[in-house]
């Protein structure tokens, strides 16, 4: 079954991941040291109905939005339903500029 995707073993995998991030940033990570704000950002249909130049399906993201958006659905409601479509994108931000910052520093950058 290398094709099922276990709930239970992806909260492991982020509840790690997390815990590394913590340890190499802090508990706060101030965003707007980080230097970036925007992100190209590939439409869901886009990105997994590869079928057609993508290139229509590109826009812009944004790390501060995405943040917002994390931040108000904490404050929802506890019977409010989460949009898992919208609110994973936001996630998925969120996690893309974790890993963006802790990419090893290349030569043109040391200049």
Known sequence: MTDMLRI????????MLLDAVEERFGPE?????AGVDHYWNVDLR????????????IDVG???DDTAELRALLRRPTDDVPVLWHDLQH????????AYLDLPATGADES
């Open 46 to 57: 886009t990105a997994f109905e590869v079928k057609e130049d993508p290139a229509a399906g």
């Open 8 to 15: 239970q073993d992806l909260r492991q995998v982020c509840a």
């Open 62 to 64: 944004q790390s501060s």
């Open 91 to 98: 996630l998925a931000g969120v996690l893309r500029l974790l």
């Open 29 to 33: 990570i101030d965003l707007s040291d």
